[in-house]
């Protein structure tokens, strides 16, 4: 099996978009941070349903969301509550 393929050489999601929905703790400018928003951007380009959620004291990004990406802000009572959205 090759990488990105599915059994017998078939795209693992031919013909289905995929959901994918990435939980992050917040957006500080770090590398992981890049890597997420890069690999939801690309994602979304490629017709997946892509939705980030973050909490709102820190649901900036430091880098440009695609449009295609669903930014969803989660309410908290501020920087004690952090992670409890998770839960």
């Known amino acids: 099996v090759e990488r990105g393929?599915?059994?017998?050489g078939?795209?693992?999601t031919e013909g289905r978009p995929l959901?994918?929905?990435l939980p992050l703790e917040g957006m500080p400018p770090s590398g992981g941070l890049r890597?997420?928003?890069a690999l939801a951007n690309?994602?979304?380009r490629r017709g997946h349903d892509v939705v980030v959620t973050a909490p709102d004291y820190s649901a900036r990004?430091?880098?440009p969301?695609?449009?295609a990406v669903a930014l969803d802000?989660?309410?908290t009572r501020g920087r004690g509550a952090r992670a409890r959205y998770l839960a």
């Open 42 to 44: 690309g994602l979304a």
């Open 5 to 8: 393929h599915g059994v017998g």
């Open 19 to 21: 959901r994918v929905h």
């Open 65 to 67: 969301l695609d449009a």
């Open 61 to 63: 990004s430091p880098w």
């Open 10 to 12: 078939r795209a693992v």
């Open 35 to 37: 890597m997420l928003v």
């Open 73 to 75: 802000v989660v309410r």
